[in-house]
């Protein structure tokens, strides 16, 4: 495969779900070997992100490893500067710093914003000048230090991405919502003097594979329903016309009824059969605008075989096509 071609191609994976160690391990040594180009965990509540990644980081040589996301309030700046190192270091130079505000509030933007221009210093070296923190300088020594990424659902975030970011990471989009980001993010680049080609643009893309379609979309229904239920998100999908099936998606969530979860608003924003289609997918989603398509494996049945179905249903090694 040329370097052209694989560049159209880049797709990577993220595994939130709790799998013992063993079987993790393997689903991530599956996604090395089956070209993906990069893991990303989610923080939400089962492995921490950083101690995950260090772990992986000697079983695997080329998948690069990020965060997907830490929030910026769960951690002192010391620690989360301390603890990106480290896996920066362990992995070779493979890991991405992927941050989000954590809950929505007055003044999340600029707490971003100062979070973000602390911890470049601090992984370059500099001192770090905070009001919290101030004077503390990194004592670990980097070659590079990691990219930070920013996750992002509403515009200003998107925008302050622009501003700041390495890379933004969203969630729960349609292709054309990418695609306005794509645009907002770009603009606030060039406002702040800077490449927005230089920004890395991902997308979670949530994907039950290689299982009887009720069986996948019940899963991904669970998934959607839970989520339409949070208002941050639940705004989200009202802004990219998705309103009234999120509202019929949260009431069902609410009332433990993940079946009534509206079929359009999973189809919307989700993947499911095989590998045709979600390859064709995830296509959409890079003409949209995405550099990076993070295949988001929601598992149905038993979890492990079910994920791992995902991941090779998804993979984009040629080797795999039927």
Same mark, same amino acid.
């Given at each position: 495969?040329? =370097?052209?071609?694989?560049?159209?191609?880049?797709?990577?994976?993220?595994?939130?779900?709790?799998?013992?160690?063993?079987?993790?391990?393997?689903?991530?040594?599956?996604?090395?070997?089956?070209?993906?180009e990069?893991?990303?965990?989610?923080?939400?509540?089962?492995?921490?992100?950083?101690? &995950?990644?260090?772990?992986?980081?000697?079983?695997?040589?080329?998948?690069?490893?990020? &965060?997907?996301?830490?929030?910026?309030? &769960?951690?002192?700046?010391? &620690?989360?500067?301390?603890?990106?190192? *480290?896996?920066?270091?362990?992995?070779?130079?493979?890991?991405?710093?992927?941050?989000?505000?954590?809950?929505?509030?007055?003044?999340?933007?600029?707490?971003?914003?100062?979070?973000?221009?602390?911890?470049?210093?601090?992984?370059?070296?500099?001192?770090?000048?905070?009001?919290?923190?101030?004077?503390?300088?990194?004592?670990?020594?980097?070659?590079?230090?990691?990219?930070?990424?920013?996750?992002?659902?509403?515009?200003?975030m998107?925008g302050?991405?622009?501003?700041?970011?390495?890379?933004?990471?969203?969630?729960?989009? *349609?292709?054309?919502?990418?695609?306005?980001?794509?645009?907002?993010m770009a603009? =606030?680049?060039?406002r702040?003097?800077?490449?927005?080609?230089?920004? *890395?643009?991902?997308?979670?893309?949530?994907?039950c594979?290689?299982?009887?379609?009720?069986?996948?979309?019940?899963?991904?229904?669970?998934?959607?329903?839970?989520?339409?239920?949070i208002?941050h998100?639940?705004?989200?999908?009202?802004?990219?016309?998705?309103?009234?099936?999120?509202?019929?998606?949260?009431?069902?969530?609410?009332?433990?009824?993940?079946?009534?979860?509206?079929?359009?608003?999973v189809?919307?924003?989700?993947? *499911?059969?095989?590998?045709?289609?979600?390859?064709?997918?995830?296509?959409?989603?890079?003409?949209?605008?995405?550099?990076?398509?993070?295949?988001?494996?929601?598992p149905?049945?038993?979890?492990?075989?079910?994920?791992?179905?995902?991941?090779?249903?998804?993979?984009?090694?040629?080797?795999?096509? =039927?």
């Amino acid at each position: 495969m040329s =370097s052209a071609q694989r560049q159209s191609e880049r797709i990577g994976v993220a595994l939130r779900d709790p799998l013992p160690w063993h079987d993790f391990v393997q689903v991530v040594g599956t996604a090395e070997e089956s070209g993906y180009e990069a893991l990303f965990v989610p923080e939400i509540a089962g492995r921490e992100a950083f101690s &995950t990644l260090a772990g992986v980081a000697g079983a695997t040589e080329r998948l690069r490893m990020g &965060t997907g996301v830490v929030a910026i309030p &769960t951690r002192s700046l010391p &620690t989360m500067a301390m603890a990106a190192a *480290t896996v920066q270091e362990l992995s070779g130079g493979r890991f991405i710093l992927g941050v989000g505000a954590g809950p929505p509030g007055p003044g999340s933007l600029d707490r971003v914003r100062r979070h973000v221009g602390a911890l470049r210093a601090a992984l370059s070296g500099r001192a770090v000048d905070e009001a919290e923190v101030p004077g503390f300088r990194l004592s670990l020594s980097l070659t590079q230090p990691p990219p930070i990424w920013l996750a992002a659902l509403g515009d200003r975030m998107v925008g302050l991405a622009g501003e700041v970011g390495d890379g933004i990471l969203l969630n729960w989009c *349609t292709p054309e919502r990418v695609a306005a980001a794509r645009r907002l993010m770009a603009a =606030s680049a060039e406002r702040s003097g800077r490449d927005p080609a230089k920004v *890395t643009v991902a997308v979670y893309v949530r994907a039950c594979l290689g299982l009887e379609e009720p069986v996948a979309m019940l899963a991904l229904k669970r998934m959607a329903g839970r989520y339409a239920a949070i208002p941050h998100y639940h705004r989200q999908f009202d802004e990219m016309g998705l309103g009234e099936e999120a509202a019929l998606a949260a009431k069902a969530h609410q009332g433990g009824r993940p079946e009534d979860v509206p079929d359009e608003l999973v189809r919307a924003v989700c993947v *499911t059969g095989g590998r045709r289609e979600a390859l064709r997918r995830f296509a959409e989603y890079r003409r949209a605008g995405a550099d990076l398509v993070l295949c988001y494996p929601v598992p149905a049945l038993d979890p492990f075989s079910s994920l791992l179905g995902t991941v090779l249903g998804a993979a984009p090694s040629p080797s795999l096509e =039927s």
